[in-house]
């Protein structure tokens, strides 16, 4: 069963605006971690952030933010002050303390973010 | 400090053929893993391992082979390659098992099977 949801295949936003990224996820393990990547045309994965189950506060790292609810399964990815630069593939993945396979990252499928000037 | 390096960064292969992608992490990182990751898709882990001789089949592991003999090393084989395995290959590594921080990902490998 897929365990990350991401349901906006495609986001545009202008430079300068804000932008949120939704991600739900499930899971029975009550120590996992969230996480966000970018991966640009270039290919490479680029990480962004990272929201343990247990932190009490949002993560923040400069303009992004994660809009952690932990009672709905949510992580959504906030990018303030949009930037052209901005734009590529944005990935939320999942890392359960007791899950089987090493702890491996699963993956959702991706949002396609857009900036324009 | 190079992190996770892979070669080659790109390969077109005949179907049937085999070969082998390299992946080598200098950070002295217990953990493992290789991932594909199909045209707009997310990564699904093919391989992972949890130390040197060590390991174990992740979602999609039909038609890959891996070996861990270095802490360093965590090469990919693709025996008799088909179409369905064109995608991009990443390694990542990452500190321990209890670590809940990020992966560290290589540079990627883009195969081509035709």
């Known amino acids: 069963a897929q365990k990350i949801t991401q349901t906006q295949p495609g986001m545009f936003v202008q430079e300068k605006e804000a932008v949120t990224l939704d991600c739900t996820y499930d899971?029975?393990?009550?120590?996992?971690?969230l996480f966000w990547y970018k991966q640009p045309s270039s290919g490479e994965m680029i990480f962004l952030i990272y929201?343990?189950?247990?932190?009490?506060q949002n993560a923040t790292e400069g303009r992004y933010s994660l809009n952690f609810q932990k009672a709905r399964k949510s992580a959504n990815l906030v990018i303030s002050a949009s930037q052209l630069g901005d734009s590529a593939m944005y990935f939320c993945?999942?890392?359960?303390?007791?899950?089987?396979?090493?702890?491996?990252?699963?993956f959702g499928k991706g949002t396609t973010l857009s900036v324009s000037s | 400090n190079a992190g996770v390096t892979q070669t080659p960064k790109f390969r077109i292969l005949k179907i049937g053929q085999s070969m082998t992608l390299q992946c080598t992490q200098d950070?002295?990182?217990?953990?493992m893993y290789w991932y594909r990751q199909d045209p707009g898709m997310g990564l699904k882990l093919i391989y992972y391992?949890?130390?040197?001789?060590?390991?174990d089949k992740g979602e999609v592991p039909n038609g890959y082979n891996v070996s861990r003999s270095t802490t360093e090393d965590f090469p990919l084989r693709l025996e008799l390659a088909a179409p369905s395995q064109t995608s991009v290959y990443f390694c990542?590594?990452?500190?321990?098992?209890?670590?809940?921080?990020?992966?560290?990902f290589g540079p990627g490998t883009r195969l081509t099977v035709t």
């Open positions: 950070m002295n990182h217990n953990y």
């Open positions: 993945a999942m890392r359960e303390r007791g899950g089987q396979a090493g702890t491996a990252l699963i």
């Open positions: 391992s949890v130390g040197a001789g060590i390991t």
């Open positions: 929201q343990g189950s247990y932190d009490q």
């Open positions: 990542a590594s990452s500190p321990r098992e209890v670590s809940l921080y990020e992966q560290y």
């Open positions: 899971t029975s393990d009550p120590s996992y971690g």
